[in-house]
């Protein structure tokens, strides 16, 4: 799929070219992964509408969604988005899976997934995904009885679950060097709370959504100051903006 490239020179480019260029958590003494975030906002700055982010992409938006999971170790989601979203497997297309273990990466990501409350939602089809690898931060226990997806529980004391020693773990014990945060906002918001966040994807789709209760990409609490951030390149197709940035 082609994209304008308008940064950081003009011209056309592949969407798979750029990511199979894109490089991801090569270093290998970081005490976390190297973690980006993908997100779709509105013109006017939500990140749902009715609920659901779908309504605000399109094709190009879903072609990066797929491409960003395809050159990651783990994907990152909170419990809201996997409800809201109804997650699937992570890469239905077979040949997306093979050019990842030509790449030396595992078929597919791990599922990483964070819940304060233990409320998991493992009626999610992600769950029932049998090539499925899923490890789920939890302070309880978890009922995965009918799962076919390989779970894996970390349980933490609820003052440990931080998304530092979620990262800490994700890196040390599972090995991860790329992980890709798909939101939602509660869980980018802490990850920009515990200066967790190394880059933005956002694509800014050519819609209005108007009022109602939606969010914006990022909630929670308020930085002490605005956290300014570095734009490394800008596409366009048919007038939706991606925007790359890096956090300074
Ligand atoms: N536009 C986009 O790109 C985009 C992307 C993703 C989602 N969305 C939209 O966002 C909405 C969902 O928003 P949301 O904020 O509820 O989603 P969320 O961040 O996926 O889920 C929030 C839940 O995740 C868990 N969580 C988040 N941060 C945590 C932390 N630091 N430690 C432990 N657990 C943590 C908590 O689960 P427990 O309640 O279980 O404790 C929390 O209630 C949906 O409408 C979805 O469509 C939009």
């Not at 931080?162 to 060097?177: A, D, E, F, K």
């Not at 890709?180 to 959504?209: M, N, Q, S, Y």
């Amino acid at each position: 799929m082609q994209f304008r490239q308008l940064l950081p020179s003009p011209d056309t480019v592949e969407l798979a070219q750029l990511l199979a260029e894109l490089e991801l958590g090569q270093d290998g003494a970081a005490q976390r992964p190297l973690t980006v975030a993908n997100f779709v906002a509105s013109a006017d700055g939500r990140a749902a509408f009715q609920g659901r982010s779908g309504a605000l992409g399109d094709d190009g938006d879903q072609a990066l969604f797929k491409g960003l999971r395809t050159i990651v170790d783990a994907v990152m989601v909170g419990t809201g988005t996997l409800r809201a979203e109804r997650y699937g497997r992570m890469i239905s297309d077979p040949d997306a899976r093979r050019r990842r273990t030509e790449r030396g990466l595992a078929p597919e990501p791990i599922a990483c997934i964070v819940t304060r409350s233990g409320a998991v939602p493992t009626d999610t089809p992600l769950f029932q995904q049998r090539e499925a690898r899923i490890v789920v931060f939890s302070p309880s226990e978890l009922d995965d009885r009918e799962a076919s997806a390989a779970v894996e529980l970390v349980r933490l004391d609820p003052g440990e679950l931080t998304l530092t020693t979620v990262l800490r773990h994700l890196r040390s014990q599972l090995g991860i060097g790329s992980l890709l945060c798909e939101g939602g906002p509660t869980l980018l918001g802490a990850l920009i709370l515990e200066r967790l966040l190394d880059e933005l994807f956002l694509t800014i789709a050519p819609k209005l959504v108007g009022g109602g209760t939606s969010p914006t990409i990022s909630s929670g609490p308020e930085l002490p100051e605005p956290q300014p951030l570095a734009l490394r390149s800008l596409l366009e197709r048919h007038g939706s903006l991606f925007l790359r940035y890096s956090l300074r």
